[in-house]
């Protein structure tokens, strides 16, 4: 181990506490929580973003966990410079600046993508709630949990960039709770609205996209 210069490369806490709110002020602005299972799930969001920063500028605690294995692994990189939390471009054998790595490219695709989705659920489930209809349009006749799913696309695509041993234990668990309050949220629309839940619920995914055109999905939702 080499203390000294995790200590001259990490220990940039501003930074971890910036770029955390960087991303949880973002992404606040496109989930707007206001009903108690929005803020559940925003808040378990933003704690994998805290993890994530805290490591990443603050203090490595994974690679002080796993430096016994991965200096017996992988000798000739020094895994206390910063860039080599870039985990997966390490220890593939990247040997260019691992910011234009591929799993970091990927990663920022993931992140915007999630983003965007994000972006297009909210204006289409505020309005439903503000109307206390059915959310069925835009997105929403493509899948039926883009919020949750739009989280899970960014939070795996910073694992694909900085992965941290806290992170990729609280991952699968804030996928299952996104997946029992998504079918909280299903029961609870199927009691409101009934048979048109139902129809709708048949013909658009859970959380997988339906790529076909919005007319055929229209005529299916109505056979």
Not at 117 to 143: C, E, N
Not at 153 to 159: A, S, T
Request: no cysteine; aromatic share 20%.
């Amino acid at each position: 181990m080499n203390p000294s210069m995790a200590q001259s490369e990490y220990g940039l806490w501003f930074l971890a506490v910036l770029n955390s709110l960087v991303f949880i002020i973002f992404a606040f602005s496109f989930a707007k929580p206001s009903r108690s299972r929005d803020w559940t799930s925003f808040g378990a969001f933003s704690a994998f973003i805290i993890a994530l920063f805290t490591e990443m500028y603050g203090f490595p605690l994974s690679i002080y966990f796993l430096a016994p294995w991965l200096e017996s692994k992988f000798p000739d990189i020094n895994w206390f410079a910063h860039e080599s939390g870039h985990f997966w471009e390490m220890i593939f054998g990247w040997k260019s600046n691992p910011h234009f790595g591929p799993f970091h490219w990927a990663s920022l695709g993931l992140i915007f993508l999630g983003f965007s989705v994000l972006s297009a659920a909210w204006p289409v489930l505020h309005g439903a709630l503000r109307s206390g209809t059915l959310a069925q349009t835009g997105i929403y006749a493509r899948m039926r949990h883009p919020q949750y799913a739009g989280f899970v696309l960014i939070m795996f695509g910073f694992l694909l960039q900085w992965p941290t041993v806290l992170t990729l234990i609280m991952f699968p668990i804030l996928v299952f709770m996104y997946v029992r309050l998504a079918l909280r949220e299903e029961r609870d629309a199927e009691a409101q609205f009934g048979e048109m839940y139902s129809a709708y619920a048949a013909v658009t995914p859970r959380f997988w996209p339906r790529w076909g055109h919005l007319q055929d999905i229209e005529r299916a939702r109505h056979e």
